[in-house]
């Protein structure tokens, strides 16, 4: 479908009156805001909607970041955290090491265990597990969110599992949620 407009800033005034009315967008109102380079003036509306539902209250999460191995097989261009095994500066902490890294540093504000990190085809996929398992088990009571997709399909791949065999292994050991980003790998579409 093809949305013509002659006149976007009209069209968009349009829309800010329906939105300051409280009128339900119709599709083409969506599809326009979707084309829209205009990202100031659609989040300045968004914000208006926002604040009208929910006043101006904001929920966050203390969270603790954990990054078990700086070893990676992969060579993001960005990444300036990866290393090669034996590369000076390169580590893989064992779960006790991690342990005692966070009963070094964690608070009692501390909710979520954040964790990502390298690639590492060094250590076995059980080491990512039990790692997991050994923060679940010292820890019950803080939510374990670890490893992307990317890391997942990397699992798949060193352990021979399937997907769904990576993430019931994992959440066996107590993974509850894992982090955003990387998604569009687990699938072709
Ligand atoms: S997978 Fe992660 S750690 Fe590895 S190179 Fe990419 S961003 Fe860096």
């Not at 349009?14 to 109102?29: C, Q, T, W």
């Not at 997709?149 to 050991?173: H, N, P």
Request: hydrophobic fraction near 35%.
């Amino acid at each position: 479908m093809t949305l013509v407009t002659t006149n976007p800033d009209r069209q968009m005034a349009e829309i800010a009156d329906k939105i300051r009315n409280g009128v339900r967008l119709s599709f083409e109102d969506g599809l326009f805001l979707y084309r829209s380079e205009d990202l100031l003036t659609i989040g300045q509306l968004a914000n208006e909607v926002n604040l009208r539902k929910n006043g101006k209250k904001v929920y966050f999460i203390e969270n603790m970041s954990l990054y078990f191995t700086n070893v990676c097989e992969a060579h993001c261009a960005f990444c300036n955290f990866r290393k090669d095994q034996g590369q000076e500066g390169s580590y893989t902490l064992s779960p006790e090491e991690m342990i005692a890294y966070v009963d070094q540093h964690i608070h009692p504000g501390v909710r979520e265990f954040h964790i990502v990190g390298g690639h590492n085809p060094h250590v076995p996929f059980e080491y990512y597990v039990e790692s997991i398992r050994a923060l679940k088990q010292r820890y019950p009571n803080v939510t374990i969110k670890a490893y992307t997709a990317a890391e997942i399909d990397f699992f798949s791949r060193i352990s021979g599992k399937s997907y769904r065999e990576v993430l019931e292994t994992l959440m066996e050991a107590g993974l509850e949620t894992l982090t955003g980003g990387g998604a569009e790998i687990l699938s072709q579409e």
